[in-house]
């Protein structure tokens, strides 16, 4: 995973929890979550007027 090993996890972790805190890191995994659904759902909604706009354009074109 990113040419890393299980020691600098460890240690990314550890810098993380020191840093946050225990009681902030739930809140700050929530927000990520959210965050990359909402990312998900809008190159979704991206794709899918991509791909709406190509028919159309074949539609009109024939």
Not at 8 to 13: F, R, S, T, V, W
Not at 22 to 27: C, E, V
Not at 40 to 62: G, L, Q, R, V, Y
């Amino acid at each position: 995973m990113f040419g890393l090993g299980t020691p600098e996890i460890i240690l990314i972790a550890i810098v993380i929890l020191v840093l946050f805190g225990a009681k902030k890191i739930p809140d700050l995994m929530q927000g990520l979550g959210k965050g990359i659904k909402e990312f998900k759902k809008a190159s979704s909604d991206i794709e899918k007027d991509i791909t709406s706009t190509d028919e159309n354009d074949k539609k009109n074109s024939n």
